[in-house]
């Protein structure tokens, strides 16, 4: 791993995260989650704060130490209602059981995993039949110009975010990987828009 990767990405990533911008989004999905939950990417541990009291417990996946390491923060300084397990494991090959969580969560996380659809397989293994995929990612854009840039610009970004892809179709990703998209809600958030069109939703085995 290079220094950038390991000592200067996850800072990068851990600020801009904590836009404002993101809060509403952050919230509104992840209060949605019960139970055993597992959450992809989890970063430095800014979603823990959202979850309910109906969260039993948050096993948190990354496969960055450094973020890690600040998550350990995160919990220490969070007066938190339920348990939290990191795990240093790629979501590719995620570390538990057949049907094991009810709900996975991802935020703005499938953008920048290597293999997604191997990722997507695995969430769905380890999801109980009547589980549930909580998302809000940004993607692909329904518009022809913006796409173009997405394209255009992807190379590039990808190098310099952790391996962040601005053209991904998250909700075609979703469905190819067998889930049922029960809800979903698309548009622009606030900024450039090749970097903010926005995919949030809930999907179930299908």
């Not at 049907?99 to 969560?105: K, L, T």
């Not at 990703?173 to 995919?199: H, N, S, V």
């Given at each position: 791993m290079?220094l950038?990767?390991?000592?200067v990405?996850?800072?990068?990533?851990?600020?801009?995260?904590?836009?404002?911008?993101l809060a509403?989004?952050?919230h509104r999905?992840?209060s949605?989650?019960e139970?055993r939950v597992?959450e992809?990417?989890?970063?430095s541990?800014?979603?823990f704060?959202?979850?309910s009291?109906?969260t039993?417990?948050v096993?948190?996946?990354?496969?960055s130490p450094?973020?890690l390491s600040?998550?350990?923060e995160s919990?220490?300084?969070?007066?938190?209602?339920?348990?939290v397990?990191l795990?240093?494991a790629?979501?590719?090959a995620i570390p538990?059981?057949?049907?094991?969580v009810?709900?996975?969560?991802?935020?703005?996380t499938l953008c920048t995993?290597p293999d997604?659809m191997r990722?997507l397989?695995?969430?769905?293994?380890?999801?109980?039949?009547d589980?549930r995929?909580?998302?809000?990612e940004?993607g692909?854009?329904?518009?022809a110009?913006?796409?173009?840039w997405q394209?255009?610009l992807t190379?590039v970004?990808?190098?310099?975010?952790?391996?962040?892809?601005?053209?991904r179709?998250?909700?075609?990703?979703i469905?190819?990987?067998?889930?049922?998209?029960?809800?979903?809600?698309?548009g622009y958030?606030?900024?450039l828009?090749p970097m903010?069109?926005m995919?949030e939703?809930?999907a179930r085995?299908?």
């Amino acid at each position: 791993m290079s220094l950038y990767q390991d000592r200067v990405l996850p800072y990068l990533i851990h600020l801009a995260m904590r836009q404002e911008t993101l809060a509403a989004y952050r919230h509104r999905l992840i209060s949605a989650a019960e139970g055993r939950v597992l959450e992809i990417g989890a970063g430095s541990g800014l979603n823990f704060r959202h979850y309910s009291e109906r969260t039993k417990q948050v096993i948190g996946l990354d496969p960055s130490p450094k973020l890690l390491s600040m998550a350990r923060e995160s919990i220490r300084s969070a007066a938190l209602t339920f348990p939290v397990e990191l795990l240093h494991a790629s979501a590719e090959a995620i570390p538990l059981a057949v049907g094991s969580v009810d709900a996975v969560v991802t935020t703005w996380t499938l953008c920048t995993i290597p293999d997604v659809m191997r990722a997507l397989a695995e969430m769905y293994r380890v999801l109980k039949p009547d589980g549930r995929l909580l998302f809000v990612e940004h993607g692909l854009s329904p518009d022809a110009s913006v796409r173009r840039w997405q394209d255009r610009l992807t190379p590039v970004w990808k190098r310099i975010g952790g391996g962040c892809h601005l053209n991904r179709a998250i909700s075609r990703l979703i469905q190819d990987a067998g889930f049922r998209i029960e809800r979903i809600e698309t548009g622009y958030m606030k900024g450039l828009k090749p970097m903010t069109y926005m995919y949030e939703g809930f999907a179930r085995p299908g």
